[in-house]
């Protein structure tokens, strides 16, 4: 008889892997992702296919020779990374800004801190906001959404409904109202924004699916939405129904995309129940905070990167034990 | 239908290659060796010398201390010498050999297969003949039984939790004696409630065994005081204290006995033994365990006499399957992978699972990705990524304060783990090394 | 220019007041600490590895101020130097010690030990000894996953691929015993270093029976006791079926080498190793003088050029 494999228990194992998890993931980006195609045709596809092969190429190069160990591409994480920094920026975005944003994300973002797991931001974030620091006006010039048939080098742009909003909110300025979405273009996405935040449907289902397939908690999502929507509904401007200003605070922006991809990161979000929803909580306080006294009309992307930081924190949160509370 | 609150895992059951297969007798081995350490505890004192004469049945070493067992022959025929054998871990431990002559039983024991119903023993009677018995739990832990039934001054018993839910994948021996033996175990109950002085018992089985609920609801009807529980499925629900969680809604506190709920889980095997021992004057000499696997040939329940070689039960199923890669003590979630199978058959002995080869390598380890899940599978409420590293880093006092010693060492974290961490074997060892300390600790205070 | 002026002002009354409080606060809390503290840290090698049994170099040199003599403290690190130097600063006198190095007791190699399974958990020493008797028969022998490796803070012990044990770099070892309180099988002794770094070792420590450790290893211990019954020395005791030599009665005459059937015993920092087989020696003198350049005195090698002596008699001739 050969030799037998010996291994403390346990010997079976659920199948599950972080590939199939980043897989999953993907996979409910997708339908975001074919509306962002129909709204914004080739620049969609082309900043998708930059940032993704800009996040693989950075990743291996770094862990080749910089960090001399094997690279771990197969595990999808740098897809997926390239994938949501692809989704929180203009489809126009000149491709050179793509791929230094996407040096920014897997370098200084991810690979800085030792690679998958290690990382306390968000990478795909950290490569968004480094690039709307760095280059204010292209970043925040959004292509109206025209399908194929605009143009990727100069397509049309035009005002976001969230810059209106601000308007609205800070100046009282009630002209603006017509510029508002109504609320099924808003929810069916047909507006202008950064690459996959304009479906906030294609989102919610994706959301719905990754909560089904156990890959990501209900814990997060729903209490960014909650927080973000009594927010919402207690402090919408004078002469606006609170209701149509709280659907469309949650429908426009990086809201939906924010709370059920980007803060449901696993590395960079907490462990347990009640850690998670404070920090969908704090997300959503600061969220509005930003969006509504800040300088910048739309705030998710530095909302997620703050409470970031606060995770070790809230990872000090135990979970509930067993038999500490002994009932008779 | 209830389970227990806190965490827990779905691994697939893989019960189809044995279950239903009715219990078949293993024939008697040409030499036995007979392990003198079959529970927890101090090792049994033998009280045979070589050469001796010994029949089925007859007492081979008394029980070494309070917590300890008694230990009988399995087989009649000449003791040959005493000494130490290697076990399946390739560890020493002492037993002894005896040449097999005949099938020649201790005259008392009743081997007809009558079920006895009436018993006029006092309770006091019932735990003495549990004790000359040498029964333990035939679970897994091997805990003595009759220590388990006497509760510590201060607490007291109220009910009886029966255990055949049989979560670990791939076992189906319980599943066979509840179908088999139904009778038996509800006379096997009503005995220990007598000896507990308890009027209610609840036996809890998973709803993956319908025949099994049936059976023995259709028993448990005109007996007052015992009813049948059935569970949903989660694995560990046949860990004690999340079965007590699941049955009676009360959970164990950190660091106390299951007894302070005023629960007595007991498992269905052990409750057949104490009906054997009891009405039968048979004690522990055999046990049905499973052979089972997806390339086994003949998987299937074998009642097997302690002291048989495992190779020879191997056998009986059909052979070692050429795929096989690594053979299981037990079940897949917490049963030993084993060096050799000629080890004999002993109290411990639940079941042999063969895996193939493909299925016996654990995957590649990856970085931990802080998903969580392992906190939320664990059923006793721990962080085991944190405890795993603070393992790795010698972090003693952090894992005490963490609770470790609440471990139950069940393996969901490491089952649930994508990036396929040995979280438990960190576990367990910081844990062992945690248990030292406050020994030590205490020793000290002493 | 006013604005300036008081900038100026508040900035340096700030200051003033800042550093008085400071001053007042460092006095009131100022911990008494003997000086010569601080000159003993500095003669200590500052590896906090532990090695002396206390938390670090620091604590060292506390307790060693503190005492009232040097008896029992000792740097395994630095050795009967560095306390000699601790000594003169502290006006005490270091106890003498020879220096010891860390010796590997077994010698399990691949070839000798078959493997009897194929260990596929966390490759640990701690993890693998808790549950199984390792991937070979040998239940006393090294695992081979190096906990002793991870725990040398002078990279002193690697793991050799060929043999699958550890090796200790006998320039680096400094005896600190990190390693022999990471090896679960306690297989790893501190022994005196020896004169040239020569000594002699059982490299086994099964206690099985002969037969069952032969059939385990083809290195092991057998427990025959041979090698003692030719010691002149009484240094050799067999005890659980495995020598054991004292090294503070061996005088490395290396009778016993060549009486070892399996070759557990063995001469450290010798050129070559005697044998029965090699017993009759086929190593001559000019071998040993220039491989064993470095080990070897020059004078002494001069004298073995000499005799034109076997090296298996070698020892014993310059005794004599």
């Known amino acids: ?328 | 239908m209830s389970t227990f609150k806190i965490g827990g895992v779905h691994p697939k059951d893989n019960k189809i290659y044995s279950a239903h297969q009715p219990i078949v007798e293993c024939p008697l081995p040409q030499k036995a060796i007979i392990p003198l350490a079959q529970h927890i505890g101090a090792p049994a004192k033998p009280v045979v010398q070589k050469g001796d004469k010994v029949k089925v049945g007859q007492l081979l070493a008394e029980a070494g201390g309070f917590v300890s067992a008694a230990v009988h022959s399995g087989v009649s025929g000449t003791v040959t010498k005493i000494d130490t054998t290697i076990d399946a871990w390739g560890m020493k431990m002492p037993a002894v050999f005896i040449d097999v002559e005949g099938d020649e039983w201790m005259p008392e024991i009743d081997r007809s297969s009558d079920v006895i119903r009436e018993f006029k023993l006092e309770p006091k009677e019932i735990i003495d003949r549990i004790a000359k018995a040498g029964i333990v739990g035939l679970g897994g832990a091997c805990f003595p039984t009759h220590v388990k039934l006497c509760p510590p001054p201060g607490q007291k018993a109220e009910v009886l939790i029966v255990n055949g839910v049989e979560c670990e994948p791939y076992l189906t021996c319980d599943h066979q004696l509840m179908l088999e033996h139904g009778e038996e175990i509800i006379i096997g109950i009503k005995l220990v409630m007598r000896a507990l002085g308890i009027s209610h018992a609840i036996i809890g089985i998973e709803k993956n065994k319908p025949d099994a609920i049936a059976r023995m609801t259709e028993l448990t009807k005109k007996t007052l005081g015992i009813e049948v529980r059935p569970l949903k499925l989660k694995y560990p629900q046949g860990g004690e204290k999340q079965l007590i969680d699941a049955c009676i809604n009360r959970q164990v506190a950190s660091g106390a006995l299951p007894i302070s709920t005023g629960a007595v889980v007991d498992n269905v095997a052990t409750i057949y033994a104490i009906y054997e021992a009891v009405q039968k004057n048979k004690p522990l000499i055999s046990r049905v365990m499973t052979v089972t696997g997806k390339s086994v040939k003949q998987p299937g329940n074998y009642l097997v006499r302690f002291g048989t070689p495992l190779s020879q039960v191997v056998e009986m199923a059909g052979g070692v399957p050429e795929d096989t890669g690594k053979i299981i003590g037990g079940g897949p979630m917490m049963g030993r992978a084993m060096n050799n199978i000629d080890m004999p058959a002993h109290k411990r002995t639940s079941g042999l699972l063969f895996l193939p080869e493909d299925e016996s390598r654990r995957g590649e380890v990856e970085n931990c990705i802080r998903c969580g899940k392992c906190v939320s599978a664990c059923p006793m409420g721990l962080e085991p990524y944190l405890l795993s590293r603070q393992s790795e880093l010698k972090m003693w006092d952090e894992m005490e304060a963490h609770n470790v010693m609440d471990c139950i060492e069940c393996g969901c974290c490491q089952f649930t783990c994508p990036s396929h961490r040995p979280l438990l074997d960190y576990v367990r060892s910081g844990k062992a090394t945690v248990g030292g300390i406050i020994r030590a600790r205490q020793a000290a205070g002493k | 220019m006013n604005l300036i002026i008081i900038s100026l002002l508040v900035l340096g009354i700030t200051g003033l007041t800042a550093a008085v409080l400071l001053y007042f606060i460092a006095q009131k809390f100022k911990v008494e600490e003997d000086p010569r503290i601080d000159e003993v840290q500095a003669v200590l090698p500052g590896a906090n590895c532990g090695g002396c049994g206390f938390a670090g170099c620091r604590a060292l040199a506390e307790a060693c101020t503190k005492a009232g003599s040097l008896d029992g403290l000792m740097c395994p690190v630095g050795g009967a130097a560095t306390m000699e130097k601790v000594g003169a600063i502290l006006g005490m006198t270091a106890p003498e010690s020879e220096p010891k190095v860390a010796v590997i007791r077994c010698n399990g190699t691949c070839e000798a030990r078959p493997k009897t399974s194929e260990y596929n958990g966390t490759r640990s020493c701690a993890i693998m000894s808790a549950m199984y008797v390792g991937e070979s028969g040998c239940a006393y022998g090294c695992l081979g996953c190096g906990d002793c490796v991870a725990a040398c803070p002078f990279d002193a012990l690697h793991i050799n691929p060929e043999t699958g044990l550890p090796e200790v770099d006998e320039a680096k070892c400094t005896a600190c015993g990190n390693c022999v309180k990471a090896c679960p099988r306690h297989i790893i002794e501190l022994r005196k270093k020896g004169e040239n770094g020569q000594r002699m070792v059982v490299k086994c420590v099964n206690q099985d029976k002969g037969p069952l450790a032969k059939k385990n290893c083809a290195n092991a211990c057998i427990g025959c006791g041979l090698c003692a019954k030719v010691c002149p020395q009484e240094a050799i005791t067999v005890t659980n079926n495995v020598a054991y030599i004292d090294f503070d009665k061996c005088v490395v005459c290396r009778e016993c080498e060549p009486q070892c059937p399996t070759g557990a015993l063995w001469g450290m920092g010798f050129a070559e190793r005697l044998s029965k087989s090699s017993a009759p020696q086929t190593a001559t003198t000019e071998a040993v003088a220039s491989a064993g350049d470095e080990k070897f005195d020059p004078a002494i090698a001069a004298k073995i050029a000499q005799l034109k002596t076997p090296l298996a008699v070698f020892p014993n001739c310059l005794r004599q």
Request: charged share 10%.
């Open chain 1, 1 to 328: 008889m050969k030799n037998l494999i010996v291994a403390p228990a346990p010997h079976a194992h659920s199948g599950d892997s972080v590939r199939k998890n980043m897989l999953l993931v993907i996979a409910a980006l997708l339908p975001a992702y074919a509306v962002s195609l129909a709204a914004f045709g080739w620049g969609a596809l082309i900043t998708t296919l930059i940032s993704i092969a800009a996040c693989c190429a950075t990743e291996w190069v770094i862990a080749k020779w910089v960090l001399k160990q094997q690279p771990t591409l197969c595990d999808c994480s740098a897809i997926l990374t390239g994938l949501l920094l692809a989704f929180n920026l203009p489809s126009n975005l000149p491709w050179w800004i793509v791929v230094v944003g996407a040096i920014v994300a897997i370098g200084v973002g991810k690979m800085t801190y030792g690679g998958l797991g290690q990382n306390p931001f968000n990478p795909a974030l950290v490569g968004r906001v480094f690039l709307l620091i760095s280059f204010p006006v292209q970043m925040t010039t959004w292509p109206l959404p025209q399908g194929f048939s605009g143009s990727y080098v100069d397509a049309a742009t035009g005002a976001t409904p969230l810059a209106a909003m601000k308007q609205i909110v800070k100046n009282g300025d009630m002209s603006l109202m017509d510029k508002l979405p109504d609320l099924q273009d808003a929810f069916v996405g047909f507006m202008g924004g950064s690459l996959g935040e304009v479906s906030a449907l294609a989102l919610i289902a994706g959301g719905i699916f990754l909560i089904c397939m156990r890959v990501i908690t209900w814990h997060i999502p729903v209490s960014i939405l909650a927080t973000v929507a009594a927010f919402a509904a207690l402090s919408a401007p004078a002469g606006m129904c609170p209701c149509q200003y709280t659907a469309l605070t949650l429908l426009t922006g990086g809201i939906m995309l924010g709370a059920f991809f980007m803060a449901t990161d696993y590395v960079t979000s907490p462990m347990t129940g009640w850690g998670k929803i404070i920090f969908g909580v704090g997300i959503g306080l600061l969220v509005m905070v930003i969006r509504t006294w800040g300088a910048y009309p739309e705030g998710m992307s530095f909302a997620i990167l703050i409470m970031n930081a606060t995770v070790p924190l809230l990872n000090k949160i135990r979970p509930r034990r067993f038999g500490e509370v002994v009932k008779k």
